[in-house]
C-alpha cells in the first residue's frame, strides 16, 4: 500500500483535474445564487484507514469512505465560514471554509505536513495556514537551544518571529484578496502560538535553567490576560490547544510551590497531586463543553496511565466527576483505569482470556512458565513492526527470558493473523486479547508500555517502555 507512489499519483491527476472542473462548474452556475455549500475532497496517498473524518467545533460532521483510488469527496450542507479538521488518524489537518469553496487536498501519509497541498476555491487560505504550521513545528528549534538565550532576549526573538509571520499575512492577504474573517482568525492563531512559546520557555527555564528565572522582564507574561480560554473560533487549532496545556502546566508548578509541597514533585507532571491542580484549574477556567472535556481528558489520561497505585487512580476519577466530567467520557476513562491497574505491582494476570494462533481460548497462566516479558500491539500502528524487531533482538541476548506478544484488535482475529503469519512472527509467542468488557480504544494509550511478569503469572514492573533507555537494566534488575 506504501509503495508505488509516483504510480497513484499519476493516475489520479485525471480524475482530480475531472473533479476540480466538476467543482468549478458547480461553483460557477451558483454564483448569482450565492451558494450555502462548501465541497472538500482529493486524494490520501498511503492510506492507514479507509475513510476520513470530517469534524466542525468539535462536532463529527461526518466519516467519509475512500473509494478504490483513495479519493473523497464530501459537500457541507450550510457551511459555516471558519475552521474545521479533517481527520485520517492519526494525522489531523485544520482547513479554513468559507460558503462556496471547493477545496482539494492531497497529502502522502509517510511524510504527510511536508506532501500536503491544497488547490481548488479556497487553497490560498489553507496553504497558507499549511506553510504557518511547518513554520510553527520548526519553533522547536528555538526551544532546544532555549539555554543560549536569556528571558529578554527569548523575549525578542518569539515577537520578532511572531511580527514576521503577522507581515507575511498582511503581504499574502493583500495579494489573494482573504477576507477580515479570515485574517482575524489567521492573525489569533499566530498570537496564540507566540504565547505557547513563551510558556514553553517559561517551563524550561523554571524547571532546567533557574538561573534565568530571576530574569524574566516585568511585561515577559502580559499576555496571559489576553488568553480567551473559551475561543470557539480557533478551539481545534494546535497552538491554540498547546497554549491551554501549557499555561495549565506552568499555573500548577506555581500552585505546587505556593503549596510548599516537594519540589520534586512539582515537576513531575503526572505526580497525582499536580494532575488534580490541572484539572480543577482547568475547570474553572474553560466553560465550552468540547474544550472541556478534550483538555480535562487529556490532562487525566496522563495522570492515570502513569499512576503509581490504585488510590492515585481513583482519585483523578474522583476529580472529574467533582468536574461534571460527562458520564459517556468517564466511563472511557474508568476503561483506562481497569487496564491501568492491570499494570500495578502484585497484580496477578493468571486468569486473563487470550486466543491463541489456532483459535483457542487460553489463559495467561497456561502459557507463562518463566520471567516473562508481556508487549501489546496493534496492525493499526505502523511502529508494531520496528517494536517486534528490538524484541527479537532482546529474544537472542536474554534467552532465558520469554517475550509474548500480545494483540489487542479485539474481534479483529483474521488481520491479526495475517500480519503474524506475514512477518514471520513465531505462532507460539503470539497472542490476541479475547473480547472483554473492557473499549479496545482504552489500549491505545499502552503500546509501548512493557509488563514484566513473573512465573506466576504476577506483575513485577509496569512503568517501563521498549523505548526508554533504561529499559535493559530495568530487565536485568528483573532478572537479579
Not at 203 to 222: I, T, W
Not at 266 to 287: M, S
Not at 353 to 358: F, G, R, S, T
Amino acid at each position: 500500500m506504501k509503495s508505488n507512489s509516483l504510480h497513484i499519483l499519476h493516475d489520479a491527476l485525471p480524475a482530480l483535474v475531472l473533479l476540480g472542473l466538476s467543482f468549478f462548474i458547480s461553483s460557477c452556475n451558483n454564483l448569482t445564487s450565492s451558494p450555502s455549500y462548501a465541497y472538500i475532497g482529493g486524494e490520501i496517498i498511503n492510506p492507514t484507514l479507509e475513510y476520513v473524518v470530517v469534524k466542525h467545533q468539535g462536532e463529527v460532521l461526518d466519516t467519509v469512505t475512500l473509494d478504490e483510488n483513495n479519493r473523497f469527496n464530501y459537500k457541507i450542507e450550510n457551511a459555516k465560514e471558519g475552521l474545521y479538521i479533517l481527520q485520517h488518524k492519526p494525522e489531523t489537518q485544520n482547513i479554513y471554509i468559507s460558503r462556496g469553496d471547493s477545496l482539494l487536498l492531497r497529502a502522502n501519509t509517510l511524510a504527510f505536513d511536508e506532501s500536503l497541498h491544497f488547490s481548488g476555491k479556497g487553497n490560498a487560505k489553507n496553504n497558507f495556514m499549511a506553510e504557518m504550521f511547518l513554520k510553527d513545528e520548526n519553533n522547536s528549534q528555538l526551544l532546544l537551544n532555549f539555554h543560549k538565550y536569556t528571558p529578554p532576549v527569548f523575549l525578542e526573538k518569539a515577537d520578532s518571529i511572531r511580527q514576521d509571520r503577522i507581515n507575511y499575512l498582511a503581504a499574502i492577504s493583500e495579494k489573494k484578496n482573504f477576507s477580515e474573517e479570515f485574517n482575524q482568525l489567521a492573525r489569533e492563531i499566530i498570537n496564540y502560538e507566540n504565547y505557547d512559546l513563551r510558556e514553553r520557555y517559561t517551563y524550561l527555564v523554571n524547571k532546567y535553567y533557574r538561573d534565568y528565572s530571576r530574569q524574566f522582564p516585568a511585561n515577559f507574561h502580559d499576555y496571559r490576560e489576553e488568553i480567551d480560554f473559551n475561543c470557539v473560533n480557533i478551539q481545534c487549532s494546535p497552538g491554540y490547544k498547546r497554549l491551554l496545556e501549557n499555561y495549565l502546566i506552568n499555573y500548577s508548578l506555581a500552585w505546587c510551590a505556593d503549596s510548599n509541597l516537594d519540589g520534586a514533585d512539582c515537576y513531575n507532571l503526572t505526580d497525582v497531586a499536580n494532575v488534580k491542580a490541572r484539572l480543577r484549574k482547568a475547570g474553572e477556567l474553560i466553560r465550552v463543553p468540547k474544550i472541556r472535556e478534550q483538555l480535562l481528558e487529556k490532562i487525566a489520561v496522563r495522570g492515570i496511565i502513569m499512576a503509581e497505585n490504585k488510590e492515585n487512580i481513583v482519585s483523578i476519577l474522583d476529580e472529574l466527576e467533582a468536574l461534571n466530567f460527562p458520564d459517556e467520557n468517564l466511563e472511557k476513562l474508568e476503561n483506562l483505569a481497569t487496564v491501568q491497574l492491570a499494570y500495578l505491582p502484585g497484580t496477578s494476570l493468571a486468569a486473563v482470556p487470550l486466543l491463541n494462533m489456532e483459535g483457542e481460548l487460553v489463559t495467561t497462566q497456561d502459557i507463562i512458565r518463566r520471567p516473562t516479558v508481556i508487549f501489546l500491539w496493534s496492525v493499526y500502528d505502523e511502529s508494531y513492526q520496528n517494536e517486534h524487531q528490538v524484541i527479537d533482538l532482546y529474544r537472542k541476548k536474554y534467552p532465558e527470558v520469554d517475550f509474548i506478544g500480545i494483540n489487542l484488535d479485539l474481534s479483529e482475529e483474521p488481520a491479526w493473523r495475517v500480519a503474524v503469519r506475514q512477518n514471520g512472527y513465531d505462532p507460539a509467542t503470539e497472542f490476541q486479547l479475547a473480547p472483554a468488557r473492557i473499549h479496545k480504544e482504552a489500549f491505545q494509550y499502552f503500546l509501548t508500555k512493557m509488563l514484566f511478569v513473573n512465573d506466576a503469572s504476577v506483575v513485577e514492573v509496569g512503568d517501563v517502555y521498549l523505548s526508554s533507555p533504561e529499559f535493559e537494566s530495568r530487565l536485568l534488575a528483573f532478572l537479579n
